[in-house]
């Protein structure tokens, strides 16, 4: 699998993840979303995300690197970082 | 379930009538609480679930949040809980003190259950977590202090008015995950949460148990051939490692004491099934199993006989034979009808087996129920006639009670309305919670109502509850035990009814499986309600004896 593909197979399962924490999400809201956009996104959201994706991606998160954890796209670069 | 897919239960949209659990831990409920909602929406669809949560760190306090109006309250203990020192968030070296100062805390949750089971279903779990470090011993001994420690939360479990979780019955793996204990209070990791959300779902919403059991006899109720083997040399002993028949025996006992019926459909010689029930060393009584279809017709065959000899659904019974082709065949006739195939030396053949049976209480009903069957019999073929019915009934020497009141609540009664199909005036189920909420309104009503005739008791085996509305009286419930049948118990109920009320309304609501009420309504209240003077031209001869019992004060008629 390229990088290009592999990031957006990537995106897609991140964006379920999104999904399944944030029900009210659309695709394109998960893409944008950060702490500061999304109105649920408290700290029992943060530990839900984190719980998720690492059980999606079989990652384990630092526990210092988790508070700037704090939008879609920063998990995208973590996850797939360097395209 | 994984963590995803319990967030996509959890959150989906739900409707339906509301499901009020309340989860108290000393934890963050996080994940727990996430899993315990997918596991609770998917037991209960067509329901609102929502879950409110105790308070941080204090089991007791969380438990006062349980009102009237939870329908359940889980409890999920552990170590933290009962001192802090034996967390991992807060560990701290401990002496022999902390099993003192541990106790006057689980006497504090253990009053707070007690009290938070007045009002709902409270289903406890004891600590899952491994204790930190605290002891000089190694973590291969189990240290003395450790051991009071658990003996105490045993004691708790022991005495308890709690339903408490099987500690054995969490899937093998570790249940702490120290990472996130730390990070945010969450000491589980989520497999753990999924299956103790999983246990704790399934003890506060059991399924309804199995009321009748059909055996094979040959390679399953003993090892041999009886045709072949001849009466004394079929066996189920260590000797002839033929043992696991002997422990399924063993089981078999157990569920007739508990009042499960017992049937034998055998492809086999009568003659030579007698000779083998008169052997001495068999662990069940021939006694216990009505009836026994021991001939060369088809199992098929034998089943029809055994349903009608018990009166019972199929899918109330499990029929249990060695041969993958009998079941096949049973299976067919009966789609609904539980088939298992006797698996030797499995133990989970036994356990899986006792826990279809399973109940939290025996009543003297289940003791009953065999030999009311037998005795009914002869009331059943009666039924045909009515000439020889009138004949039977009005020598029956039929005492009926009428047990009016709502306190202290009987078990019994809401038992009876969860289990009942056939005669059952609208299939409506209560929980606890619910029905101890019906219970509390002052308008309502309840009966129930005892049998005994001459040729046995059949004890409590009818509830009837309603409202008093206007002079007339709205039956919301009405189920009885089809053990009862063709006794013309339900003509006397409503007649006890009409005798207080002038005019009895009826809530009936068909389903799949009430045709016999729903035929019993058409003869005496097609309308749906009946006045005194209606029923009284509808109603067949009685013979019972009747009284009614208002607790400080009875009447008899």
Known sequence: MGNTQQRDDTRQRLIRCFQAVFPKLSESDALRASANRVTEWDSVATMNLVAVVEEEFGVLFDVKEVEKLNSFERYLNRLSPGV | ?557
């Open chain 2, 1 to 557: 379930m994984k963590l995803l897919e319990a967030l996509q239960i959890a959150n989906a949209p739900q409707q339906g009538d509301p499901f009020r659990a309340l989860l108290v831990t000393g934890f963050s409920p996080l994940h727990l609480e996430t899993a315990l909602k997918a596991h609770l929406r998917l037991a209960l669809a067509g329901r609102t679930v929502t879950i409110q949560t105790g308070v941080f760190g204090d089991i007791a306090a969380g438990l006062e949040k349980a009102d009237a109006g939870s329908n359940a309250i889980f409890v999920a203990l552990e170590w933290a809980d009962l001192d802090p020192r034996l967390g991992w968030r807060t560990m701290a070296k401990s002496g022999e003190e902390i099993v003192g100062d541990a106790r006057a805390r689980l006497d504090r949750i253990s009053a707070a259950i007690a009290a938070a089971a007045r009002v709902a279903q409270v289903v406890l779990s004891l600590p899952t977590l491994p204790l930190p470090p605290i002891f000089h011993t190694c973590s291969g001994e189990l240290n003395r202090i450790e051991g009071g420690l658990r003996r105490m939360v045993y004691e708790l479990a022991a005495s308890t008015r709690a339903t408490v979780l099987h500690p054995e019955s969490l899937r093998a793996g570790s249940s702490h995950d120290l990472r996130t204990d730390l990070l945010n209070g969450f000491p589980y990791p989520f497999a753990h949460a999924d299956a103790l959300a999983a246990g704790l779902a399934w003890l506060a919403l059991p399924v309804v148990p199995k009321k009748g059991l059909v055996t094979d006899l040959d390679e399953t109720l003993w090892g041999g051939v009886l045709g072949d083997d001849g009466p004394e040399g079929i066996s189920w002993d260590l000797e002839h490692h033929t043992q696991f028949h002997g422990l399924y025996q063993e089981l078999l006992n157990l569920l007739s004491d508990s009042g499960v019926l017992l049937g034998v459909a055998s492809k086999n010689d009568a003659a030579l099934v007698e000779k083998a029930f008169t052997r001495r060393d068999l662990a069940v009584r021939p006694s216990q199993f009505f009836p026994v279809e021991a001939h060369w017709a088809s199992k098929v065959e034998s089943l029809r006989r055994i349903l009608l000899a018990w009166n019972i659904a199929p899918d109330a019974v499990v029929f249990v034979d060695d041969n993958p082709l009998e079941l096949e065949q049973v299976k067919s006739a009966y789609p609904t009808m539980e088939c298992i195939q006797f698996r030797e030396d499995d133990a989970r053949f036994l356990t899986g087996l006792r826990d279809r049976f399973a109940k939290r209480e025996i009543r003297e009903e289940d003791r009953l129920r065999v030999e009311s069957l037998r005795t009914g019999g002869a009331v059943l073929q009666a039924a045909g006639n009515p000439a020889s019915l009138d004949a039977l009934l009005a020598g029956a020497e039929a005492r009926i009670v009428v047990r009016w009141g709502k306190q202290p609540p009987d078990a019994r009664a809401l038992e009876l309305i969860n289990k009942t199909n056939q005669f059952n005036l609208n299939g409506e189920r209560f929980d606890e919670a619910d029905w101890n909420a019906y219970l509390a309104d002052s308008s309502t009503h309840l009966a129930l109502v005892e049998y005994e005739d001459r040729f046995g008791k059949l004890g409590r085996i009818a509830v009837l509850a309603g409202r008093e509305r206007e002079g007339r009286f709205d039956l919301d419930i009405w189920v009885m035990s089809c053990r009862a049948f063709s006794r013309r118990i339900e003509y006397q109920c409503l007649k006890v009814l009409l005798g207080r009320w002038e005019t009895v309304r009826l809530r009936f609501v068909p389903t799949e499986r009430n045709g016999p009420i729903r035929q019993f309504i058409g003869e005496v209240a097609p309308e749906l309600a009946v006045r005194r003077d209606e029923f009284d031209s509808r109603c067949p001869p009685l013979y019972h004896q009747t009284e009614s019992d208002y607790g400080q004060y009875s009447t008899t008629g």
